[in-house]
């Protein structure tokens, strides 16, 4: 992938397979979120291909600071925009009032993004991630502006997930949540080569 002449990532060869919960770590900056958006062809890249072998449903948690906090929508409204396009939206009721139960934000449902905390909209884009039951979980940064009661709570919610849903987990540092992966991918602009392991797989990139 190159913008405007930069290199921001190069030789990326990756298989994900039905079942894994891969977790990508690396410093920031190293081109792990253009990773993940290319994986989810929100971005074409320069050269290579994406190849989806079976049909997916896919839950996204972006960053929080790819949102704009001034669009006029409800916590609510947002949660339930995860069942657009899903099989599943005649359901929406109930599977919303799940969501907020579960991300702790019953009480902040009818609230607009603008009034949210960090933690708080973090949260709601949790619930949106999660209300179409995904086969595919892509979480970028997933425990950015939480607190530690609720960090733990995610650990809870991923660990219940993973037995039957493929997780792909960017983090800029190992933590809980990562070691809970059956394969790591480190992204680092300092490495020049790949490395292959039996549950550490380890890919590089060049900024």
Not at 39 to 59: A, E, F, H, W
């Amino acid at each position: 992938m190159r913008f405007e002449g930069r290199t921001v990532l190069d030789n990326i060869s990756l298989d994900i397979n039905s079942g894994d919960f891969m977790a990508i770590t690396g410093p920031n900056g190293g081109g792990k979120t253009t990773l993940l958006r290319i994986i989810l062809r929100l971005l074409k890249p320069t050269s290579g291909r994406v190849v989806y072998n079976q049909d997916i449903t896919i839950g996204y948690l972006p960053q929080k600071n790819h949102i704009d906090s001034k669009f006029p929508i409800t916590v609510r409204e947002v949660i339930a925009s995860g069942l657009i396009n899903s099989p599943l939206r005649n359901e929406s009721t109930a599977r919303v009032e799940d969501m907020l139960r579960l991300t702790g934000l019953t009480e902040k449902a009818n609230d607009s993004l603008g009034q949210l905390s960090g933690g708080q909209m973090q949260r709601t884009l949790l619930g949106r991630a999660l209300i179409a039951s995904p086969s595919l979980l892509v979480l970028d940064e997933p425990l950015s502006y939480v607190d530690k009661h609720f960090e733990h709570h995610i650990y809870d919610i991923i660990r219940d997930l993973a037995p039957t849903t493929t997780i792909v987990l960017v983090s800029h540092e190992m933590s809980t949540i990562a070691s809970l992966a059956n394969r790591h991918i480190i992204v680092d602009r300092t490495l020049h080569s790949c490395h292959s392991h039996t549950h550490f797989v380890h890919y590089s990139c060049e900024e």
